[in-house]
Structure formats: C-alpha cells, structure tokens
C-alpha cells in the first residue's frame, strides 16, 4: 500500500488540479476535505483528458489515476 506522492504528483495537483492547500508528501496526512477535493477534481480531470482518440490513457489519464490509487489506498 502506497500512500506517499511524488513531487511530479503534488505538482500536478497543485498546478494542474488546481488545489491550493498544503499538499504533504505522505497522503495520510491530508484531511478528509483535502482528500475530497483532490478526489473530485482528479476524477473529473479523468473523464475529461484521461484517454485520447484511440482510448488510451494520456499523461492525465496516467497522473490522475496514479493520485487516485494513492487516495484508494488510504
């Protein structure tokens, strides 16, 4: 069970999903709000940009559900 982000992970919730509370490096630090809200935005993130053309997951795609494995781990 991994619950440890990378840093490519914290700056892309923080740039790309736009979360701007303190992100600790280790997800079980984060509050019930903050895993919310990362769940919500990186979910719809993945629906929106997860897959190209042909289905395939593209570099959100890969990054969101990467964050959310995280988060399903907690």
């Known amino acids: 069970m ?3 982000f990378s840093e ?3 700056k892309y919730i923080k740039d790309v999903l736009n979360e701007k509370s303190s992100i600790s490096m280790d997800a079980s630090n984060l509050s ?3 895993v919310c809200s990362i769940f ?3 979910t719809v993130r993945l ?3 997860g897959f190209d053309e042909e289905y395939e997951p593209t570099y959100d795609g890969t990054m969101c559900e ?3 494995d ?3 781990d907690l």
């Open 47 to 49: 629906m929106e940009h």
């Open 8 to 10: 490519k992970q914290i």
């Open 2 to 4: 991994n619950t440890k």
């Open 40 to 42: 919500d935005k990186a």
């Open 32 to 34: 019930d709000e903050q």
């Open 70 to 72: 995280i988060l399903g």
């Open 66 to 68: 990467s964050i959310l």
